[in-house]
């Protein structure tokens, strides 16, 4: 599933940092759901979780079904308190045969889920249901990654400017199924595998190394 161990890879870029946690939410069980020491994809289904079941029926089949048991891998998606029932029948949704005891739900005010979602780095705002179809991926160290430069390799030999991916679009399933969970999740996993060995080359490109760089 990961890259051989000899196969070159950067890492995936730190798009933003410190992301807010999720310590004032409650779960489902009342068990503790943490964003930090672990890698989550994080995501917002809103006031009427129902209406986005094709998103999160897209996120559960090409990126939980295949990560679900990776170490400290979880998908977490915040929603407003009195969203419990309707969850319940989105689970009978998305969940076919496959457990999902790395996928949480949790539940929280909205000024609380507006927080969080403002401490991201998006180019697009939440809907006024709390809502979004794009999930972030967030590290152990609430950091949230993704891509600064997400041009194809056509678009660079044009001399294409430079744009970022800040989130994953779950509608788009060539988005999710090639970059989330092809490649940017698997270049993350990596790191933590190398970074256990104490083989990591802190190298990690962060949105201020490019600004930097672009300002020289």
Same mark, same amino acid.
């Given at each position: 599933?990961?890259?051989?161990?000899?196969?070159?890879?950067?890492p995936l870029d730190v798009v933003h940092g410190n992301v807010?946690?999720?310590?004032?939410?409650?779960?489902?069980?009342?068990?503790?759901?943490?964003?930090?020491?672990?890698?989550?994809?994080?995501?917002?289904?809103?006031?009427?979780?129902?209406?986005?079941?094709?998103?999160?029926?897209?996120?559960?089949?090409?990126?939980?079904?295949?990560?679900?048991?990776?170490?400290?891998?979880?998908?977490?998606?915040?929603?407003?308190? +009195?969203?419990?029932?309707? $969850?319940? %029948?989105?689970?009978?949704?998305? /969940? *076919?045969?496959?457990? !999902? @005891?790395?996928?949480?739900?949790?539940? +929280?005010?909205?000024?609380? $889920?507006? %927080?969080?979602?403002?401490?991201? /780095? *998006?180019?697009?705002? !939440? @809907?006024?249901?709390?809502?979004?179809?794009?999930?972030?991926?967030?590290?152990?160290?609430?950091?949230?990654?993704?891509?600064?430069?997400?041009?194809?390799?056509?678009?660079?030999?044009?001399?294409?400017?430079?744009?970022?991916?800040?989130?994953?679009?779950?509608?788009?399933?060539?988005?999710?199924?090639?970059?989330?969970?092809?490649?940017?999740?698997?270049?993350?996993?990596?790191?933590?595998?190398?970074?256990?060995?104490?083989?990591?080359?802190?190298?990690?490109?962060?949105?201020?190394?490019?600004?930097?760089?672009?300002?020289?």
């Open positions: 599933m990961l890259f051989p161990a000899k196969h070159h890879y950067n807010m946690d999720i310590n004032s939410f409650t779960s489902e069980d009342n068990q503790e759901v943490l964003l930090t020491e672990h890698i989550t994809i994080l995501g917002f289904l809103g006031t009427d979780p129902m209406s986005n079941a094709i998103a999160a029926s897209n996120l559960k089949e090409l990126v939980y079904d295949k990560f679900k048991g990776f170490k400290k891998f979880q998908v977490v998606i915040l929603l407003p308190n +009195g969203t419990q029932d309707d $969850i319940e %029948a989105l689970k009978e949704e998305i /969940k *076919s045969y496959e457990d !999902l @005891k790395y996928w949480h739900f949790v539940f +929280g005010e909205e000024s609380q $889920i507006q %927080a969080v979602y403002n401490s991201l /780095k *998006s180019r697009n705002s !939440l @809907k006024t249901d709390l809502s979004t179809h794009d999930v972030f991926i967030i590290d152990k160290d609430l950091n949230q990654r993704g891509r600064l430069d997400d041009r194809s390799d056509s678009e660079k030999e044009k001399g294409k400017e430079v744009y970022p991916l800040y989130a994953y679009d779950c509608i788009e399933v060539a988005e999710i199924k090639n970059k989330l969970s092809a490649d940017d999740l698997r270049v993350l996993f990596q790191e933590y595998r190398e970074r256990r060995k104490g083989n990591f080359d802190s190298s990690t490109r962060r949105a201020n190394d490019l600004k930097q760089t672009n300002e020289q």
